[in-house]
């Protein structure tokens, strides 16, 4: 059976940029060369481990790969490359109906600061198979118990 979708955002998730610096460098982030960001080193392989196909959802776009790819450990990944210009659906993401697209009816997660219930109701309306639209804290970025959901909702994904 195919493994569920991961889309995976940078800017809230992977970097945390709305905590305080020293409280991330105190929880082991790192700003690996990168100035402005601070990337958790064994956020890599904490991804790697999970059941899913890792992409870049991202305004990174391919830049997520030449730049964070290597620093984080992960190999090169698929990348969403956004819509010039994305139809407008209210109080919705932009990412959303893109990210659905993108789907084709595969269960998907996405991994994002910027997720609301206007996203979750697009999302059941116009997706027929399991998403998990999980919302990080972008004053925390991702944490064990965010690994830990998304460990145990992958295999209840292809369940359904």
């Known amino acids: ?49 999970l059941p899913y196909t890792l992409v870049w959802a991202t305004t990174w776009e391919h830049a997520a790969n030449d730049v964070l790819s290597p620093l984080l450990g992960l190999p090169r990944l698929p990348v969403v490359e956004w819509p010039e210009s994305a139809p407008a659906y209210g109080a919705l993401s932009f990412k959303t109906p893109t990210l659905v697209d ?5 269960p998907f997660a996405w991994v994002d600061d910027d997720i609301d219930d206007a996203d979750r109701a697009f999302v059941a309306d116009h997706h027929d198979a399991p998403a998990l639209l999980h919302r990080v804290d972008p004053a925390v970025g991702l944490t064990p118990g965010d690994f830990a959901a998304l460990a145990a909702w992958a295999p209840a994904s292809l369940q359904q």
Do not use: I, Q
């Not at 991961?6 to 460098?25: I, K, M, S, T, W």
């Not at 993108?102 to 595969?106: C, L, S, T």
């Open 102 to 106: 993108r789907a084709r009816g595969r």
């Open 1 to 49: 059976m195919t493994a569920p979708l991961l889309f995976l955002d940078v800017d809230g998730p992977l970097n945390p940029y709305a905590a305080a610096r020293d409280a991330l460098h105190r929880a082991g982030y790192r700003s690996l060369g990168l100035s402005g960001v601070l990337l958790h080193p064994g956020h890599g392989r904490a991804l790697l481990d």
